[in-house]
């Protein structure tokens, strides 16, 4: 019999509009405050289901059933099936839709400036500074560039700054996951990079542990940062999977980090209230209590998840920052960021975004519990406001 290539072709696109479906749901599961080994074993369900889609489409429809592989006819296949593969269908079509417009996506108006160098931060310390915790034979991926840190300024002119406030600078980081797997001497090296910038206010938005024992690294880490209006923080999902997160506040309390989760906090600075506020939701606490009217004072919200963004812009947010979703931790090219644990995919995965009255920044974050980055190098970002 004649094999029909162009079944074969349509067999091929509803494969890869299942795997995107199975990748949108385990994406959108890792947004929500479920336990470790639920989300472990929606992980080895997504890929069992992924792996065992198109062989069973091959084997069960192809060479066995109405036989589509030699030119067998699709509407014979039960109603079922064939309601899912239209469901397929259109998402594979969809892809490269959002391909284009990613590639296509334009610097929001408010943004007048970035630049970025990169940091060989094994280069500069004369090893690759690999340990001995989890996933750490990822390090040796051809191309991974877990050790290529890019230090980014980026400008942005918001409606609300105080005209005296033109050039306060902030600097972001995020999601420095102290695993082991990567060594200490790695991260000093990147909050030496961060001190260098001299921003007038440090934050960081989360994931800070994933191994309890390295609470040892915070003071040779986070705790040689200063900022002349202060250093703020709030913890994310990891920090709240260790349990316990009392430890990990007290000492970065010691160390003169302001906890900002749940609460709101107010700097004077040049004549005017600065209004700095976080959130550790959908995880841990609650949400600040902030009224819906911001009146004169500008607002920051820290968010470790770029998901409360609609929160933000209900309470007159001026300014979110955010990390968790590693921008992806691998893009492909052209097509970008995959794997996003995010109720919104990948729509938030890294960058800049303007929603009205909030502009959000969400960081690629410094390093991760699986420490592989490909076409996505770590960052961490002074944010200029002009």
Sequence with gaps: MEISWFNLL????????????????????????????????ARKLHDLLIAAFPVSLLWFFGVHGPGLMYGGAWWKLPPVMLAYLAVCGAT???LPVVALKRRWARP??????QRSTRHDIAGRLGYRPVGHGP????????????????VTEKHFRLPRLPPAWHGLSILHLTDLHFTGAIERAYFEEVIDAGQKLNAELIVFTGDLLD????????????????????????LGNHDWLLGDQSP??????????????????SVEYRGRSLLIAGTELPWIGTHPELVADPGEAFRILLSHTPDNIAWARRHGVDLMLSGHNHGGQVR??????????STFGC????????????LLHVSRGVSGWHPLRLGCPPEITSIVLD
Excluded: K
Excluded at 21 to 31: A, E, K, P, Q, T
Excluded at 217 to 227: H, V
């Design 92 to 94: 594979a079509a969809g």
């Design 10 to 41: 349509l067999m091929a696109l509803f494969s890869l509009g299942h795997a995107a479906l199975m990748i949108g749901i385990v994406n959108r599961l890792h947004g929500l405050p479920l336990a470790e080994g639920l989300l472990h074993a």
């Design 332 to 341: 492909l090219p052209l097509f970008g960021p995959v794997y996003s644990p």
């Design 248 to 265: 990990t506040r007290r000492l970065l309390g010691e160390l003169g980090w302001r906890d900002a989760a749940g609460r709101e906090l």
């Design 135 to 150: 996933h750490r034979r990822l390090l040796a991926v051809p191309g991974n560039e877990a050790f290529q840190l890019e």
């Design 347 to 358: 729509q938030y995965a890294a960058g800049v975004f303007w929603e009205s009255p909030t």
């Design 211 to 234: 191994q309890a024992e390295l609470i040892d690294w915070i003071p040779d880490t986070l705790g040689r940062l200063t900022a002349p209006l202060g250093c703020y923080f709030v």
């Design 108 to 113: 929001i108006a408010q943004q007048t400036l």
